[in-house]
């Protein structure tokens, strides 16, 4: 139980919403001493449809929108679990900020919209080649395109690892 | 001013998030009686792309995801203004809720998730058809696809004409 508090704390720290990381190095332990995390972000995800939105608060603020290439979209709404080869699941996340326009024609504070971006998150199913995290591969990337903290991202796996519907977090919106 | 803040109050009780509902009777007097609003949900929405999330409190506590068919989308990566003849921009609205599975996750009440569907509204540029309400045509649907309360649909217009974008509230998210 230690290990999992653990988690949770760096968790709490690290992770925006429900998407994150990397698969720490002991994932591949056997096959390479280097971590194994995406360093390329996939292309086109900006065009993928929509499988949910998410906010997170405690130390994050932040708004988010997950999105799916068609893949992972056809398995969320089939049902399908475990998630097929090829799904790939993007979290884009942005902090979270009041909109003075909005709330000046609404006339109280309470509309929030996306800011500045803070990262972008995948997983990327391939069970063979990331059978020792649930058949995910995690990557974060900064919003000019770069991969995240490294520290940061051994954590999105042992976290993925207790959420119910094959380690992941995010359900599909109608 | 009267007129402005008694829409304000409406706006605030009726109006989920950023896009509401529907071309008030008065906006095509000169050619019919009829309430003109959007009495079918544009065909193929749920598989736009994403323009941007948004998050109301106040007495709405909705999250939302706003999409846009392939002509807003182009506009607003573009920054055209107005929006074209065509475009049309989609809010799926949600109820705001705590997520028990991430927040187990995370040891704390941070994380919320869209809750049951509560409307789907819809903006179509057409700038002939709907001239007296700033080009745009407002619709309002129930989450089982019937139209929404026609009250409530006829503060779209005049709520979204304080908006600085041509009418628009939400803006692009990278």
Redesign the interface.
Known sequence: MRRI?FF??V??AMLVG?IACVVPAFGRADKSSDPVYLNKIPSGY?????I???????N?HS???V?GNDVAIKAYREGTLPFPDGAIIAA?H?G?VP?E??NK??????????GP?TNIQFMVKDSKQYAATDGWGFGSFT?DGKPGNETAMKTCAP?HA???HDAV???Y??
Chains 1, 2 share one sequence.
């Not at 900006?46 to 929509?50: G, N, Q, S, V, Y």
């Not at 006339?107 to 996306?114: H, I, T």
């Open positions: 508090t949770n704390l968790a709490v429900v900006r065009d993928w449809k929509l949910s939105v998410a906010h997170e608060e405690g994050l708004l988010g929108a999105l884009l942005y979270h909109s326009e909005n024609v609404f006339g109280r504070a309470q509309s929030f919209v996306p971006p919003p976290c207790m959420a119910s977090f995010t359900r919106a109608p």
